[in-house]
């Protein structure tokens, strides 16, 4: 395990670029009708210096816990810094919490304040904030009667001098999303995080120069990682999306040369080409040496990915089928993986060199292995937490007796020492027929349909398993017209065919379910990062699995 250089911990960064690029643009921030704003590393400096000497004037004991609620915006990283300038914790929360889930974590992390940013439905998450937890409101938030942030910093003075703090300190308590239950708070470092970022840049080399998109949640560990550390690390510029509606149009301001993603939003991308230019004909022109790289080019454009460099998918699997289509566009993905309990970082394929249905090696001074009865992933690095915060039964059951993580994923390695991601240790069923069966792989080709927004494969102690989808919304506002019913039926059935071709007896789909209800986070059957909760779903609906088989159908639409 490498030692961690002190200059490379996450305020030292902020103070070198404060320092020696000040008039530099750091952030640029949408603000509304196609206008933005730009921050550089003075302006940035200036806000965070005068929102950390407010902080401190709270009087709260060191290391305590300040909370954030809000989508991506400049003002979420300055808010940050701000929180970690005044020798705090930060404890971010996802802008699309229920309101249960809110005052949960707000009470289990003993949080002193709450920050409240750009969010698109307060009225409900407002109702979990604990009653005398003082609050401030960023800039693009709603409206309410808390503090703001710019009357703050218009009447306080900034923090002078440069305080550190230790690398071993804990700097920020990350929620996990909660697919297995209630959220956990994984305790990170600031060594954590600088290691990670250390060793990550050492794979994927980012420049000064680079523009990224930062839209994704920066409460998740992926955001966290590579934007807000990068740009610490290398004083990036990050651009921000004000909305999904202008996702488009950001993605085309940014034009960033870095951008990571999940496999669900590639899958759009592509289906968004297909609908302008049909796949045979696309394919057609890709084969022909002379229009190649004039309909790469403009096909990269339409996306606002014709300048990126680094093109990257994780957070789930990424299809092989969807990795070569892009590398026929000149664009090969890095499929990375890693989890909040490691900062993300773990393993990623090379640049220029994709493995399709791996996700690469370790990351230079990680060191992982295979569990050889269960077939867990475990590995151990400098970027390991320090634990789940006020849970240390659960820390102690989430390592080793000799010291390393266990991911709960269950992987292999290829010929040439790549991992392939296998599943959940826990997600493996077995049909009443004695097999097992790993859903994963099987989901990797239901969602390739494009009229699937997610789904999941299931079928503990049946005799097959089946799958259960649900529609995109543009699919399932096309599915009250009766002809394309129809034929989005005759395709779901196609579907099934071809994928059932492709597996083993044990594992082909008896039927698939289309549910006309959408998985919400309100309804609690996705987390805030649209992961699927297969607990949730199959205690909802194993009742129903009997009943669906015995309609002896192929394509079964469940009303609720």
Known sequence: MSNVSPDTLALQRFYHWEQTAPQRVSLTQPTGGGAARDYTWAEIGDQVRRMAAHIQTFGFEPGARIALMSKNCAHWLMCDMAIWMAGYVSVPLYPTLAAGTVRQILEHSESRLLFIGKLDDFDTMKHGIPAGLPCITLPQSPKTDFPTWDEIIARTQPLQGNPVRNGDDLCTLMYTSGTTGNPKGVMHSFNTFAWAITEGLKRIEVSSEARMLSYLPLSHVAERMLVQHSWLARSVHVFFAESLDTFAQDLRRARPTVFFSVPRLW?????????????????????????????????????????????????????????????????????????TENCGLSHATLSGQPRPGTVGMPYAGLESRIDPVTGEIQMRGGCVMLGYYKEPELTKQTFTEDGWLKTGDKGALDETGALKITGRVKDLF????????????????????????????????????????????????????????????????????????????????????????SWTVENGFVTPTMKVKRNKIEETYANFYEPWIGQRKKVIWHQT
Request: glycine share 8%; net charge positive.
């Open 267 to 339: 899958v759009k991308f592509q289906q968004g080409i297909h609908a302008k230019m049909p796949p045979k004909k696309l394919q057609r022109m890709l084969s022909i040496p002379i229009l190649r790289g004039i309909v790469r080019k403009k096909v990269l454009t339409a996306l606002g990915l014709e300048c990126c460099v680094y093109a990257a998918g994780g957070a789930a699997p990424m299809p092989p089928a969807l990795l070569k289509w892009y590398a026929q566009l000149g664009l090969n993905l890095i499929e990375v993986y890693g989890m």
């Open 430 to 517: 077995k049909t009443s027929k004695g097999k097992y069966v790993a859903p994963a792989p099987i989901e990797d080709k239901l969602v390739m349909h494009s009229a699937v927004e997610a789904c999941i494969v299931t079928g503990a102690n049946l005799g097959q398993p089946l799958g259960i989808v649900i529609l995109s919304p543009d699919a399932a506002q096309r599915a009250k017209d009766a002809g394309q019913w129809r034929a989005m039926e005759s395709s779901f059935e196609a579907h099934l065919h071809e994928i059932n071709a492709t597996l083993d007896p044990h594992e082909q789909l008896d039927c698939l379910v289309v549910m006309t209800t």
